[in-house]
Antibody
């Protein structure tokens, strides 16, 4: 069964860093478009970043210059490196497989809390 | 950036009702719209893509329509399992979600 499982969330102080992971099963991360979408508490969905199979990466303006999406083909895992975190980054972060440019399969999410 | 204005924000309905949710794009986006259902504490589930194509396994009471700037998600006969929050997504130029519509029990 095709699935993705996120990990790496937690509590971090403002200005800190965190790296999220997304482990893939039954498909290859390197051959897929993959993205991160987040949802702040009680709020809607916000696209964060995407990596194409060819390696191109794109970011929402709200995270550009602070977040980096990457993948490890040998581990079949997607990552999101988050630096200079602020309270506004507090959210559940979902890893998704992107099919024909829409978010198709979603993970269950991992919670990031930025607080002092 | 393309904005997606979704309405209503909340919809009260009864089992068996027909409900319609609308998303308006700030400029023309062809049919590059998807719809998702999300239940509390769960990940969103894909319902519809390219505005009107039903995802495999999604009940046929769900349907989507629209082209250009106005899009609708309809549920022909609301079932107890359908009480949830629904989001539209445009994916023609970057990715933007609508604000969401909570469908609650009347």
């Amino acid at each position: 069964e095709v699935q993705v499982v996120e990990s790496g969330g937690g509590l971090v102080q403002p200005g800190g860093s965190l790296r999220l992971s997304c482990a893939a099963s039954a498909f290859t991360v390197s051959g897929s478009f993959m993205s991160w979408v987040r949802q702040a508490p009680g709020e809607g969905l916000e696209w964060v970043s995407i990596i194409y199979s060819g390696g191109n990466t794109y970011y929402a303006d709200s995270v550009k210059g602070r977040f980096t999406i990457s993948r490890d083909n040998s581990k079949n895992t997607l990552f999101l490196q988050m630096n200079s975190l602020t309270v506004e980054d507090t959210a559940v972060y979902f890893c998704t497989i992107v099919t024909n440019y829409y978010m198709d399969v979603w993970g269950i999410g991992t919670t990031v809390t930025v607080s002092s | 950036d393309i904005q997606m204005t979704q309405s209503p924000s909340t919809l009260s309905a009864s089992v068996g009702d027909r409900v319609t949710i609308t998303c308006r794009a700030s400029r023309g986006i062809s049919n590059w719209v998807a719809w998702y259902q999300q239940k509390p504490g769960k990940a969103p589930q894909l319902l519809i893509y390219t505005a009107s194509t039903l995802q495999s396994g999604v009940p046929s009471r769900f349907s989507g329509s629209g082209f250009g700037t106005e899009f609708t998600l309809s549920i022909s006969s609301l079932q107890p399992d359908d009480f949830a929050t629904y989001y539209c997504l445009q994916y023609t130029n970057s990715w933007t979600f609508g604000q969401g519509t909570k469908v609650e029990i009347k």
